[in-house]
C-alpha cells in the first residue's frame, strides 16, 4: 500500500537532538490554564533572558511527565510582535527519558537582552470524571492533573498559575502555598528561584456540566465540479465522552429538568460557508427536521438536534452536505494549473476534539500532474478511484487521515493539478452516444419483423 507522510511547514517539523543552554533563564512566567470546557488550554506568556556572553537562537520545551504526547493536540508560539515561531519535535542529550521541541526565534536573542513568548497548548482527555458514572439528576465532576510549576529545563526567577474553572462548585484542589480562591478561579503563587525540571502535582476536582462531545470518526468528502459546483458531504460518528450514564434514563424527569447546566447534550451548534446552499441533515432513519438554519454575514449557523439527548457514554451517527459554488475555492493559473483551496476540517460544534478525520477530495475526470499542500502534518492514504455518473474512465480520489484535532487544524488544504476543459465535453458526448444508440435499436425494433409465424393472410393464399 503507498502511504506517504505529508509535514506542516510551520509545525512540528523533525526531530533533532538538543542540548540545554544554561544561560537562558526565564525571568518570568505568566500561565493560564483554562479547565471551562472538556479541552485544557494552557497559555503561558514567557520572558526569556539571555545571561551568557553568546547568541541563542532556540528554547527547548519539555512535556509534562504525567501529560502524554498523544494528548498534546495543538502547539504553538508567538513572539510579542504575533510572528509565528517554528517548532520542531526534539530529543534532550542530557535527558533522553524526556520529550519536548525546540522553538526557533525570529532574531537571535543577544547576551544581556530580553524576549517575551507566548505559548499555546491544548490538551485532549486531559480532564477525567470522578466519580465515572453518575445518574440522571447529578451533575457532572471531572478532575484535572497537572504540575504547580512550570515545567521547564530552565531556572525560573518568578511564576504565577490561574486556573479557570467553568464552575463555583469546587470539591478540592491541593494548597501549594501561596494559593488563593476568586469564585470559579484558583490562583497559584507568585513562586521564585525555582529550579529546572521542578515537579509538584496539582490536583483539581470540580463541577463541569459542559458538552463532553466527542467526534471519533469524521469522513469528509469534497467533489469537485468544472459546471461549477463542490459537493460536500460529512458522515460524523459521535460519542458523549463524559461519566457514563448510571441507571435508567427517564424522559419524564428529563422534560421537567429545566436548568442549563446539564452533562447532558440536546443540541449543539455547526458553522457552514455562508455560501452553503443545498443543505441536508439525516441519520439511519432518513431526514431530521429538528434543525434550523440561520445565516450570517460570513457564515451559515446550522443548529443540529439528534433524535433523543446524549448522556455519558451514548453515541450517534449522522450525516450532513451541502454545495458551495466553486469559483470560490477553485482557482485556474495564468499556467493553466487549476488549485483547490478548501479547509480540510471544518467547524462541527465549539470547543470539538476529532479523533480521526478522513478527507477525500475526488477530482474531475482526466486530472494529472496532481499536487497536495496540506495545512499540517497529515497521512496519506492510498489513492482511489471512483466512478459517477456517466464516468467510464473514473475519477482521481485524494485521502488524507488525521487524528487528534481540534478547532486550531481548521486550515486550508491546497491542491493543485492540470485538466483539460475538452473534458467538459465528455460526459455530453456519452451523453449523446448513449441517445444515438437508443434511437438505433428503436428504429430497428419498430421497423423490422422478428416474428417466426406467418401472417394470416399468407396462410389462405
Not at 187 to 215: A, C, K, R, W
Request: charged share 25%; net charge neutral; with cysteine.
Amino acid at each position: 500500500m503507498y502511504k506517504t507522510v505529508l509535514i506542516l511547514l510551520c509545525g512540528a517539523l523533525i526531530t533533532a537532538s538538543e542540548k540545554v543552554n544554561k544561560q537562558l533563564v526565564l525571568k518570568n512566567v505568566d500561565r493560564s490554564i483554562d479547565l471551562t470546557t472538556q479541552l485544557v488550554k494552557i497559555t503561558a506568556t514567557i520572558t526569556l533572558e539571555n545571561t551568557g556572553m553568546d547568541t541563542v537562537r532556540n528554547f527547548l520545551l519539555v512535556n509534562e511527565p504525567n501529560t502524554p504526547e498523544e494528548r498534546i493536540s495543538y502547539l504553538g508560539a508567538k513572539e510579542a510582535n504575533k510572528y509565528e515561531l517554528k517548532i520542531a519535535k526534539a530529543k534532550f542529550e542530557e535527558h533522553p527519558d524526556k520529550t519536548g521541541y525546540s522553538i526557533r526565534l525570529n532574531q537571535p536573542l543577544e547576551a544581556g537582552r530580553s524576549i517575551t513568548v507566548t505559548l499555546e497548548q491544548i490538551l485532549t482527555k486531559s480532564l477525567q470524571p470522578y466519580p465515572t458514572s453518575i445518574t440522571q439528576k447529578d451533575k457532572q465532576l471531572v478532575r484535572y492533573f497537572g504540575n504547580h510549576y512550570f515545567y521547564t529545563p530552565y531556572t525560573v526567577i518568578k511564576q504565577k498559575t490561574d486556573v479557570m474553572l467553568s464552575s463555583r462548585t469546587i470539591e478540592s484542589y491541593t494548597k501549594l502555598k501561596p494559593v488563593s480562591q476568586s469564585d470559579s478561579t484558583v490562583s497559584y503563587g507568585p513562586y521564585n528561584n525555582i529550579e529546572p525540571f521542578t515537579e509538584d502535582q496539582m490536583v483539581v476536582h470540580f463541577e463541569n456540566n459542559s458538552p463532553f462531545l466527542t467526534v471519533t470518526r469524521l469522513e469528509r468528502s469534497i467533489e469537485i465540479s468544472h459546471w461549477g459546483n463542490i459537493a460536500v458531504e460529512e458522515n460524523i460518528e459521535i460519542r458523549h465522552t463524559g461519566a457514563l450514564l448510571k441507571g435508567p434514563f427517564s424522559r419524564y424527569d428529563y422534560q421537567r429538568d429545566t436548568g442549563s447546566s446539564h452533562h447532558s447534550v440536546k443540541a449543539y451548534r455547526t458553522i457552514l460557508p455562508a455560501a452553503a446552499h443545498s443543505i441536508y441533515y439525516r441519520d439511519s432513519n432518513g431526514n431530521i427536521s429538528t434543525s434550523a438554519v440561520k445565516p450570517y454575514k460570513d457564515w451559515i449557523q446550522l443548529e443540529l438536534r439528534p433524535r433523543f439527548p446524549l448522556f455519558g457514554g451514548w453515541k450517534t451517527s449522522y450525516t450532513l452536505g451541502y454545495s458551495v459554488p466553486s469559483y470560490q475555492y477553485l482557482f485556474k493559473k495564468p499556467s493553466g494549473e487549476y488549485v483547490l483551496i478548501m479547509r480540510l476540517l471544518d467547524h462541527v460544534f465549539d470547543d470539538m476534539h476529532v479523533e480521526e478525520l478522513i478527507t477525500s477530495v475526488i477530482l474531475p475526470v482526466g486530472v494529472s500532474d496532481v499536487k497536495v499542500t496540506p495545512p499540517c502534518e497529515v497521512e496519506r492514504l492510498e489513492d482511489e478511484v471512483t466512478y459517477k455518473y456517466l464516468d467510464n474512465l473514473g475519477r482521481k480520489v485524494i485521502r488524507l487521515r488525521k487524528t487528534n484535532l481540534v478547532e486550531q487544524h481548521i486550515q486550508d488544504l491546497e491542491i493543485s493539478y492540470n485538466w483539460q476543459q475538452l473534458m467538459l465535453l465528455h460526459e455530453p458526448i456519452l451523453i449523446a452516444l448513449a441517445l444515438f444508440l437508443m434511437f438505433i435499436i428503436v428504429i430497428i425494433y419498430v421497423r423490422l419483423d422478428f416474428s417466426l409465424s406467418k401472417p394470416e393472410h399468407s396462410k389462405k393464399e
